[in-house]
């Protein structure tokens, strides 16, 4: 089975703009989380889609925002960019959702100046 | 607040040697604990799970120790080859997952 996919790899905006990024999960998956990562922070959770609807949300503001398609595939939006929005931003689909096994895909570098 | 505290943040080991990362958690209702392996340029890669009820798992050279008691996990790299060079991350995960904050292992030849 292919792995998660996501587009682009890299991407470099201006403060102010918005950007959209897009992950396709492992074939058959039906959850993706959405993560983003940071040398300060860590790994840190923005949210979850199953079958469409989001089941969970972490401490993120509003400017964070997603959502997911009927064939599983989902896309992650971020309005309004800050400096402090640069990182690899990885998505990670399991075939459930809940404490599973999750597969991250290679993620999407953002850099924001 | 840490969901998931890990330990140490960096660690250098002979080839050949065990490599020990460690992790404490808080919430009680954590059910499942992975280890990642991630490197540079890369995605996290899943190496190794454990749930609560069991309190040992092995896959080859990589050991999970679970300590439901102490809220304490640590992965064991026996063993250990350059090629093990990498970020481990361990999370804790409930109704969503929780990371640690890595440990950037270098195992020298």
């Known amino acids: 089975k292919a792995g998660v996919t996501q587009t682009p790899r890299y991407l470099i905006k201006t403060r102010g703009q918005q950007v959209t990024l897009s992950c396709s999960p492992i074939?058959?998956?039906?959850?993706v989380s959405w993560y983003q990562q940071t040398p300060g922070q860590g790994l840190q959770f923005l949210f979850e889609?199953?079958?469409?609807?989001?089941?969970n949300k972490g401490n993120f503001p509003g400017r964070f925002s997603g959502r997911q398609f009927s064939n599983s595939r989902s896309e992650m939006n971020v309005s309004t960019l800050e400096l402090g929005d640069s990182a690899l931003y990885l998505c990670?689909?399991?075939?459930?959702?809940?404490?599973?096994?999750?597969?991250f895909g290679p993620g999407t570098r953002l850099t924001v100046t | 607040q840490q969901q998931v505290k890990q330990s140490p943040q960096s660690l250098i080991v002979q080839k050949g040697g065990i490599s020990i990362i460690n992790c404490a958690y808080e919430?009680?209702?954590?059910?499942?604990f992975p280890w990642y392996q991630q490197f540079p340029g890369k995605g996290p890669a899943l190496l190794i799970a454990?749930?609560?009820?069991?309190s040992e798992k092995k896959e080859g050279r990589f050991t999970i120790s679970f300590n439901k008691s102490a809220k304490q996990f640590s992965l064991h790299i026996m063993d250990s080859q350059p090629g093990d060079s990498a970020t481990y991350f361990c999370?804790?995960?409930?109704?969503?997952?929780?990371f640690g904050t890595g440990t950037s292992l270098t195992v020298i030849p």
């Open positions: 990670a689909s399991s075939d459930r959702t809940g404490p599973y096994e999750q597969y």
């Open positions: 074939s058959g998956h039906r959850s």
């Open positions: 889609y199953f079958s469409e609807t989001q089941r």
């Open positions: 919430n009680t209702a954590f059910d499942y």
């Open positions: 454990i749930r609560p009820d069991v």
């Open positions: 999370a804790a995960t409930g109704n969503q997952f929780y």
